[in-house]
């Protein structure tokens, strides 16, 4: 994975399980790799790992049974708010750029459109 390194580290790891639980390639309730295997498949800091669970955990997007691993959460209205709010911000970032380039969202739009032809 390329890190940007205009945010923080935990936060695109966090950003990258979300899109795969969104895209179901990790599907709901499913077991997550363990703190070390989890630094090791994104070549991070275990402590950095452990940090990437505890938000995800604080969000709802996870929750740990003692002695048995973390897991996806079940409960597909979580998910679902998940992909909502990624979207949103795409769309708020996409905004911010099309008015940096003088294009109005009706422009933008049409230009979409296109491309989807």
Do not use: W
């Amino acid at each position: 994975m390329q890190y940007d390194s205009k945010l923080p580290i935990y936060l695109q790891v966090i950003n990258a399980i979300k899109m795969d639980i969104i895209n179901e390639r990790i599907k709901c309730g499913q077991k997550l790799p363990s703190n070390r295997e989890l630094a090791v498949t994104y070549t991070i800091n275990p402590n950095t790992a452990a940090r990437v669970y505890q938000e995800l955990e604080r969000e709802g997007v996870c929750f740990t049974r003692r002695g048995m691993g973390t897991f996806v959460t079940e409960d597909e209205t979580i998910i679902k708010d998940i992909r909502t709010q990624m979207a949103d911000e795409a769309i708020v970032e996409f905004l911010k750029k099309i008015n940096e380039l003088g294009i109005s969202v009706e422009e933008a739009v049409n230009m979409i459109r296109q491309r989807e032809e």
